[in-house]
């Protein structure tokens, strides 16, 4: 989805329970096949979100992986990400106060099963007398948009300084070439 100037992935989650959860954490897990040689492994990267507790849920929670130069979402093509056989792990964890426990939560999500370009509708409203009222139908409702893409200015020598502490300051070749974001 669209994120501020880039794109993130995005999982909404809601209480559907009658008492309040509180102190939810999230952890969210991309697992892909990388090859070696002529062996596939199977490789495991947690993916750093924008927020990773909430400690009040009383509608929704959409969690936020921003795809930036540190996710290895970064730069890959939708056909890269196929390929790869990725995998998404989202596990949940919270305190129930009405039944005084934590509860877990976990869903897995194939590369089939994620929607690409899509961004959430609202999936609650301010009814006449004031109170927000959350539609649980609309949980998984969204628009088809187009993603963000990200557009390397060229840099006519082709070359970026680094800088450095002085000592190891150093010219590093860089690529001119325009890469999408998935």
């Known amino acids: 989805s669209p994120y501020n100037t880039i794109n993130a992935l995005m999982?909404?989650?809601?209480?559907f329970r009658t008492g309040v959860l509180m102190e939810m954490h999230a952890d969210v897990t991309m697992t892909y096949l990388e090859k070696s040689g002529l062996e596939?492994?199977?490789?495991y990267f947690a993916l750093p979100l924008e927020?990773?507790?909430?400690?009040?849920?009383?509608?929704?929670?959409?969690?936020?992986?921003?795809?930036?130069?540190?996710?290895?979402l970064h730069a890959k093509t939708l056909q890269q990400l196929k390929e790869m056989e990725i995998e998404i792990m989202v596990t949940l964890k919270g305190f129930d106060e009405a039944f005084g426990e934590h509860v877990h939560s976990r869903h897995s999500y194939l590369?089939?099963?994620?929607v690409w370009g899509g961004r959430f509708l609202p999936a609650f409203f301010v009814a006449e007398d004031g109170v927000t009222v959350l539609d649980f139908d609309k949980i998984s409702s969204y628009d088809e948009v187009e993603l963000n893409k990200e557009i390397k200015p060229p840099n006519p020598f082709g070359r970026e300084m680094i800088s450095g502490d002085g000592e190891n300051d150093g010219i590093k070749e860089t690529t001119r070439q325009l890469q999408t974001k998935i």
């Open 40 to 43: 596939f492994i199977r490789k």
């Open 11 to 15: 999982f909404r989650i809601a209480n």
């Open 51 to 72: 927020r990773n507790v909430v400690l009040y849920l009383p509608l929704t929670w959409t969690i936020v992986h921003p795809i930036n130069d540190n996710s290895p």
């Open 111 to 114: 590369f089939e099963e994620i």
